[in-house]
């Protein structure tokens, strides 16, 4: 089936329904570590046509009542979306009356940003049902401190991240691309990979400077296909299960094979002319036990 690009928002009977897009990164430079234990950044991210689903509901009752199906993901209190609307509702100094419920489709540990972007959307949600009540400003010093990524999913969608991901220059190009995103049933954790990881402060200043002058000469196509990820061989001899996947998917797709955040999923961006190999190269991959999908960017 044919990716389509779905509304941010739809108003259904009583209640909300809410779309938080996956995002994946074009490109991601890692500098030194900071005093707060966070490493500088510098990343692309661009946003995908690939949902979570948050319904809110208003409630009679005076409680915050949520619940999570699809894939896993953290309960109740645990959940971020949980820990978003009881930050919101206390930065608005009322108590919450309110049912969210997470329809989970972006698998969790993937470097995908589900969490991120549940929260983001959780955010926006809110602030629109109660007649947007908190400031721009306001929601977005909200969002730095929920998450490293979440303040990117506020705009977009398409953004130059830097800091430790907070800080958020939104890129007024266009890039329209079809890709498709593996995700296999590999987990890694972030805190490792960062762990793990040296730093080549030399590489990343190479690449900085030239992924900048990309951007001034708009040439965004350019930058994803430089598929420059400095966590990718960290994160590769931590798992080589994962390393010899993306062996083996370059070897069906000749296309560079791109790692998204920390891991684990991957990604091949297409070209118009090798787009009608697709699907061709989607059921191979499927026979080596990697789940797949064929995404396109977000507009929103």
């Known amino acids: 089936m044919k990716p389509i690009v779905l509304p941010q928002f739809e108003f259904s009977n009583d209640s909300l329904l809410a779309r938080a897009p996956a995002k994946i990164n074009l490109s991601l430079l890692i500098a030194d570590k900071r005093p707060d234990g966070y490493h500088n950044l510098e990343t692309i991210m661009a946003k995908i046509a690939f949902y ?41 100094d009322k108590k919450p009356s309110i049912k969210i419920k997470l329809t989970k489709n972006i698998p969790a ?3 995908l940003g589900g969490a991120s972007s549940d929260a983001a959307t959780t955010l926006l949600a809110l602030n629109k049902l109660h007649n947007k009540k908190l400031s721009e400003k306001l929601i977005y010093e909200l969002s730095a401190e929920l998450g490293s990524d979440v303040s990117f999913f506020l705009n977009g969608p398409l953004a130059l991240c830097t800091g430790r ?54 040439k965004m196509d350019l930058i994803r ?12 001899a931590l798992d080589n299960r994962l ?3 993306q062996v083996k998917i370059k070897e069906i797709t000749r296309l560079p094979v791109c790692l998204s955040g920390s891991g684990s999923a991957l990604f091949v961006v297409y070209d118009e002319e090798n787009c009608r190999e697709i699907e061709y190269h989607r059921r191979e991959i499927k026979s080596l036990g990697c789940n797949n999908i064929i995404i396109i960017s977000n507009e929103w």
């Open 165 to 218: 991901g907070e800080k958020v220059e939104k890129i007024d190009k266009k890039l329209s691309f079809t890709a498709l995103l593996l995700l296999p049933d590999i987990n890694i954790s972030t805190k490792r990979v960062y762990e793990t990881y040296s730093v080549d402060m030399a590489f990343f200043e190479e690449m900085q400077a030239k992924i900048r002058e990309y951007i001034l000469r708009d």
């Open 52 to 92: 979570d689903e948050l319904r809110f509901e208003m409630s009679k009752k005076e409680e915050l009542e949520f619940t999570c199906d699809g894939l896993w993901s953290p309960e109740g209190k645990d959940n971020l979306v949980y820990k978003t609307a009881e930050l919101f509702y206390k930065t608005i």
């Open 243 to 245: 390393a010899l996947l």
């Open 109 to 111: 540990g993937s470097g």
């Open 225 to 236: 296909k430089m598929c420059v990820n400095m966590l990718a061989k960290t994160c590769f």
